[in-house]
């Protein structure tokens, strides 16, 4: 009896999703994202306008560290296509795109579920650095300066190895024409949903 006992737990054991990392357990992981309804608000002398973009994709890669068994520390790096800016704000003949890489650390707290499909649900922000990509023609008539990114959403890991993200994200930065001396804030936003897959290392 006991012996049948042991090797049920044993066999459940092995078998059994792990819902939680442990303490200094560390992961990588690959993601695709798909940037909802992209728009610009550049901000000058009293006045603003909103520049709406295509919708675009990003290739990221992050780490993770997890400090505590729920709460996880890290750094990523993300590359987001060039995507058009609405013809209205330039020249039609211009090849006017407008993408941008993100560098920034970030932090998870991992809420485990009792779910053999979604092993656990976290809150994700990230806080780091934009550097802005214009198409060549956009860099002819514009000046731009890189500046902040931070971004905030929801997460989830589904059997154990795969991640789908809900992320609202922000990049801040200056616009300057060149040959004028005004200068304009730059907001750039969007919603971005993530497909990935994690590694465990």
């Given at each position: 009896?006991?012996?049948?006992?042991?090797?049920?737990?044993?066999?459940?054991?092995?078998?059994?999703?792990?819902?939680?990392?442990?303490?200094?357990?560390?992961?990588?992981?690959?993601?695709?994202?798909?940037?909802?309804?992209?728009?610009?608000?550049?901000?000058a002398m009293g006045q603003s306008?909103?520049?709406?973009?295509?919708?675009?994709?990003?290739?990221?890669?992050?780490?993770?560290?997890?400090?505590?068994?729920?709460?996880?520390?890290?750094?990523?790096?993300?590359?987001?296509?060039?995507?058009?800016?609405?013809?209205?704000?330039?020249p039609s003949e211009m090849d006017?795109?407008?993408?941008?890489?993100?560098?920034?650390?970030?932090?998870?707290?991992?809420?485990?579920?009792?779910?053999?499909?979604?092993?656990?649900?976290?809150?994700?922000?990230?806080?780091?650095?934009?550097?802005?990509?214009?198409?060549?023609?956009?860099?002819?008539?514009?000046?731009?300066?890189?500046?902040?990114?931070?971004?905030?959403?929801?997460?989830?890991?589904?059997?154990?190895?795969?991640?789908?993200?809900?992320?609202?994200?922000?990049?801040?930065?200056?616009?300057?024409?060149?040959?004028?001396?005004?200068?304009?804030?730059?907001?750039?936003?969007?919603?971005?949903?993530?497909?990935?897959?994690?590694?465990?290392?």
């Amino acid at each position: 009896m006991k012996k049948g006992l042991l090797a049920l737990l044993l066999a459940v054991a092995m078998v059994a999703p792990v819902f939680a990392a442990e303490k200094g357990s560390m992961e990588i992981n690959g993601k695709i994202a798909y940037l909802i309804n992209p728009e610009l608000k550049v901000e000058a002398m009293g006045q603003s306008r909103t520049i709406d973009f295509k919708g675009t994709f990003s290739l990221e890669a992050d780490f993770f560290y997890y400090v505590a068994k729920e709460i996880a520390v890290g750094a990523g790096l993300e590359y987001v296509f060039p995507s058009e800016i609405d013809e209205s704000f330039v020249p039609s003949e211009m090849d006017s795109k407008c993408g941008n890489t993100n560098i920034f650390v970030q932090a998870k707290y991992d809420i485990a579920t009792e779910n053999d499909i979604f092993n656990n649900v976290y809150p994700l922000v990230q806080l780091g650095y934009g550097i802005i990509n214009l198409s060549d023609d956009m860099s002819k008539g514009f000046d731009v300066k890189n500046g902040l990114y931070w971004a905030i959403g929801l997460g989830t890991t589904i059997k154990e190895n795969f991640i789908v993200e809900l992320l609202y994200a922000f990049n801040y930065g200056e616009v300057e024409m060149k040959g004028e001396s005004i200068s304009a804030d730059a907001t750039y936003k969007t919603l971005k949903l993530k497909v990935g897959y994690k590694f465990a290392i």
